[in-house]
């Protein structure tokens, strides 16, 4: 029995990237009786053929050019409005925090806030502006109606499950939100979108962060503030330099690759310290952490108020680990995990479930070994 389905019919405003898990989406609302509103959100790429032309991050990447055409042509082929709107003034504040947080030695999560911010905020006001009390997204993850509040859930597709990135939407708009393709694996939503006709049924899922095609996030923050990124040492735990590097914000937790040094064993980033920029270098074992302590939590379900165990995810792609968790007087969760975890990472979303259920979570400040 499907549980993110309901009887309720109504006005839905279905977000349209161009890619086929939001075109399916759309498409089985419509096949629900909902009257659909589909809509693109343009974001940090601008719709124009000159500028995909010029740069090719406006023809590539989320939200691009090209998806904008593939959500028209998904619109029309479904008999649905789609109305373009313009977020990118709004997705600065996304860059902006993007920057910021690498500037400030941690690695920030943009997908998260962007949901946060522009998915579940500025969308879901638009939504209200034209009488729609639905937003529906191509998300894998399920919305659970059959308690007395709703809870987000884990996609069935685990391999694909994305309700670590809604953690942070506000708790009173779970019941607004409509996640159709979340019962289904990936294989299966393809399936549907060749049967429905659409054209983006093998459209390759996009990989990059969208206003970082290329993947390198260090050119776009010396682009965005030069005077930031500058050469510092490279050093090992006992603060020996082993060379020099290009700014710390060039490097992430866990990194191994493209550290510019070589003494015979593999090295990894296992610190980055804005305020001396410094990268510091150990050895896999020195990734190990046993606990983090994270803030700016946000709960979606009632915030627990002892001791509890759970499950934690420290990253998008990674496994939920066993721990025991507790919540500060302060609102910070502070968590002991059953095993030591490598490359905790300050600036990640760290995420707390209870099996299925997403109970909410915060972002990663502290590290403990």
Not at 219 to 233: I, K
Not at 322 to 332: K, N, V
């Amino acid at each position: 029995m499907t549980v993110n389905m309901t009887t309720q019919r109504g006005k839905v405003l279905v977000a349209m990237s161009g890619g086929v898990d939001s075109a399916v989406a759309a498409a089985l609302l419509r096949d629900e009786g909902h009257e659909v509103v589909g809509c693109f959100m343009r974001l940090g790429s601008d719709d124009s053929v000159e500028a995909a032309e010029c740069s090719p991050a406006a023809s590539s990447g989320c939200c691009s050019l090209n998806d904008a055409a593939d959500a028209r042509h998904v619109a029309a082929i479904l008999g649905v409005p789609l109305y373009v709107l313009n977020f990118k003034q709004d997705f600065g504040r996304v860059i902006d925090y993007f920057v910021r947080e690498y500037n400030a030695g941690r690695t920030p999560n943009p997908c998260v806030r962007c949901n946060d911010w522009l998915k579940f905020g500025k969308l879901m006001e638009y939504a209200q502006s034209i009488d729609a009390p639905y937003v529906a997204t191509g998300h894998y993850a399920r919305i659970d109606h059959a308690h007395h509040e709703p809870r987000l859930l884990r996609g069935c597709d685990r391999t694909k499950d994305q309700s670590y990135v809604l953690f942070g939407m506000r708790r009173e708009r779970l019941g607004r939100l409509r996640l159709p393709i979340g019962d289904y694996p990936k294989t299966e939503v393809r399936r549907m979108a060749k049967q429905f006709g659409l054209p983006v049924h093998n459209k390759p899922d996009s990989q990059e962060i969208c206003f970082v095609p290329d993947d390198d996030y260090g050119r776009l923050v010396r682009q965005r503030s030069p005077e930031t990124v500058r050469p510092g040492p490279l050093v090992n735990r006992d603060g020996k330099v082993l060379g020099e590097h290009a700014g710390h914000q060039h490097f992430t937790i866990g990194q191994r690759r493209g550290l510019g040094v070589a003494t015979g064993v593999p090295l990894y980033v296992i610190q980055r310290d804005a305020a001396t920029n410094t990268v510091v270098v150990g050895s896999r074992d020195d990734l190990h952490c046993t606990g983090f302590v994270a803030r700016q939590t946000n709960w979606l379900t009632e915030p627990p108020s002892t001791t509890f165990s759970c499950q934690i995810k420290i990253r998008y792609n990674g496994k939920a680990v066993d721990a025991t968790a507790t919540l500060d007087p302060d609102g910070s969760l502070r968590a002991t995990f059953a095993e030591p975890v490598d490359a905790v990472t300050p600036g990640q979303a760290a995420v707390c479930y209870d099996g299925d259920v997403c109970l909410g979570g915060g972002w990663i400040d502290e590290v403990v070994r």
